[in-house]
């Protein structure tokens, strides 16, 4: 293993989803792109994003209130614009269509397969960046998502940010079943699967 | 827009990159699998990872240091191994090859290509898990990620899960350039790039 100088490190070698981060600025919606978003609890369904300061970062300030917007594949040019344009200087209310759910002020992307309406539960001041800890307070999916009123999978419409070489991918192929492809180190690694927790 | 009810969420519809955590318990090496780590902060490089109480995380609360360690494709089968057996039960510590960097307690994980050595600056509590956020004092890399010194892309070696069907995908193809596919739209959206942040 080669060190790295920690000084040249913008990425940690693995890709990261991106996403849209919708928000109320000014009365109109506003958002910015974010790779560094996650869940971050279960119950209740919890998120957080890492942000810098932003002109969308204000609308959450203001309100406690912002969306998680999953871009498609079919969206990568407009992902990439919202996150190379500050909603400071351009307008970027009308590169999608808005729609609202139980917040007031969390617009969301009626151009993205997947959106989350989030109400500020906590920030955590980092050094430039500041986490934003929300729950998730509804979640709504295009039709194709939905099965059986539930969200169904695979999550493979989506854009990843490969930090490194700063491109964007694809989800691609299948490769194993989580919770079981695992089992199969059992038998060599435990006392045959009699003493283990699932 | 369908609107999904938040208590069936267990996944927020984009594919997550998975991680080993590593850390030093009764002064073994001990690991678990997580889907929820990002960086948060660029400088200094900082990373956080939601986890609930886990044998592994008795390590980091006594030591305060972790390691981040990314699998590659061909550790899918051990790195879910990791995630479905608890340490207290089955000592994971012969599963991998273990090294240290410049921390005491942060072992780190041969077999991955990547892998950063972390100092925990803070811990946020959420509800049963905890966001330990953590400065990456060293990042190590096998020599094929290492070009001049630095990290080298793209970061396609790593193991995607799709939370919603709870499989594990590669990351796939190549889409489009980041900071230059959203400029196709500057015309259309601006003053034809006379009046944006770049």
Same mark, same amino acid.
């Given at each position: 293993? &080669?060190?790295?100088?920690? %000084?040249?490190i913008?990425s940690?070698?693995?890709p990261?989803?991106?996403?849209?981060? *919708? @928000? +109320?600025?000014? +009365?109109?919606p @506003?958002?910015? /792109? @974010?790779?560094?978003a996650m869940?971050? $609890?279960?119950? #209740? #369904?919890m998120?957080a994003? !890492?942000? @810098?300061?932003?002109h969308?970062?204000? *609308?959450?300030?203001?309100h406690? &209130?912002?969306?998680?917007? =999953? #871009?498609?594949k079919n969206? !990568? !040019? $407009?992902?990439d614009?919202?996150?190379i344009?500050?909603g400071?200087?351009?307008?970027?209310?009308?590169?999608f /269509?808005?729609?609202?759910? +139980?917040? $007031? %002020?969390a617009?969301?992307?009626?151009e993205c397969p997947?959106?989350?309406?989030?109400?500020?539960?906590k920030?955590v001041? =980092?050094?430039?960046?500041?986490?934003?800890?929300?729950e !998730?307070?509804?979640?709504?999916?295009?039709?194709?998502?939905?099965?059986?009123?539930?969200l %169904?999978? #695979?999550d493979?419409?989506a854009?990843?940010?490969s930090?490194t070489?700063?491109?964007?991918?694809?989800?691609?192929?299948f490769?194993?079943? *989580?919770?079981?492809?695992?089992? /199969?180190?059992? +038998?060599? %690694?435990t006392?045959? *699967?009699?003493?283990h927790d699932?």
């Amino acid at each position: 293993m &080669e060190k790295i100088p920690v %000084h040249t490190i913008h990425s940690f070698g693995f890709p990261l989803p991106v996403v849209l981060v *919708g @928000a +109320e600025v000014n +009365e109109k919606p @506003a958002c910015l /792109t @974010a790779a560094w978003a996650m869940p971050v $609890e279960s119950s #209740p #369904p919890m998120l957080a994003v !890492a942000l @810098a300061p932003h002109h969308t970062t204000l *609308g959450i300030d203001k309100h406690n &209130e912002f969306s998680i917007n =999953v #871009p498609g594949k079919n969206l !990568a !040019a $407009e992902t990439d614009f919202c996150g190379i344009v500050s909603g400071s200087r351009i307008d970027k209310s009308s590169l999608f /269509t808005y729609f609202r759910g +139980e917040l $007031e %002020h969390a617009p969301m992307i009626q151009e993205c397969p997947v959106t989350i309406e989030c109400r500020v539960i906590k920030t955590v001041k =980092v050094n430039r960046h500041t986490l934003y800890i929300g729950e !998730a307070v509804n979640v709504y999916a295009d039709s194709g998502r939905v099965k059986n009123g539930r969200l %169904h999978g #695979p999550d493979l419409d989506a854009l990843l940010l490969s930090g490194t070489d700063r491109n964007y991918y694809a989800p691609g192929d299948f490769l194993a079943k *989580g919770w079981s492809i695992g089992k /199969t180190l059992m +038998e060599k %690694h435990t006392d045959g *699967g009699q003493n283990h927790d699932r």
